[in-house]
């Protein structure tokens, strides 16, 4: 959910300070599939009974680490991706870190508490490694729970959206010889 609000407050003060939907549009991604490919196979491993399935955590690894690696690959073209790519470089060393499952705080786990497992997460306890990268922050009076590595993606879309909105100046369609 932060990141969808992320896109729309990026688009928002893009278009506000003059911006348009057109700039962005002519943008020329690279192996667009890679992303959408990889948002796809995070979104059904938490999301779906696939996540209980053992194994489907490095499923997910897998996916965030194309994404971090598409996210590399549009430096030259999108200004402000590395916020992206921090943040799932601090997503993927805690997962990592902790056998391939983000740890959550006990107060914003919910469901977690009695399983201690559920899909792609696990409870954070004694024997979490680095919990100050796990999800931890809640924002507003929604009781989700975020990362650093969370807010730090979510910067970078805003960012992204918002930049890519209002400045010609990434590469677009028209530098296909690059």
Not at 130 to 144: K, M, N, Q, T, V
């Amino acid at each position: 959910m932060i990141w969808l609000g992320a896109l729309v407050i990026g688009l928002a003060a893009g278009l506000l300070t003059g911006g348009s939907i057109e700039n962005f549009a002519r943008i020329k991604f690279r192996w667009p599939l890679i992303v959408l490919a990889g948002v796809v196979v995070r979104e059904v491993v938490l999301l779906t009974p696939f996540g209980r399935v053992e194994g489907a955590e490095y499923v997910y690894v897998a996916a965030l680490a194309a994404i971090v690696a598409w996210t590399i690959l549009h430096f030259d073209r999108l200004p402000g991706i590395w916020f992206v790519t921090a943040g799932g470089l601090l997503n993927l060393t805690v997962i990592l870190a902790n056998g391939g499952r983000m740890p959550v705080a006990a107060d914003l786990a919910g469901p977690l508490l009695s399983r201690g497992t559920i899909g792609q997460y696990t409870l954070m306890g004694a024997g979490t490694n680095l919990s100050f990268l796990a999800d931890w922050i809640s924002i507003g009076p929604i009781r989700e729970a975020y990362s650093p590595g969370d807010l730090m993606i979510a910067l970078g879309i805003a960012l992204v959206v918002f930049l890519g909105v209002r400045s010609p100046k990434v590469v677009t369609q028209t530098d296909i010889g690059s």
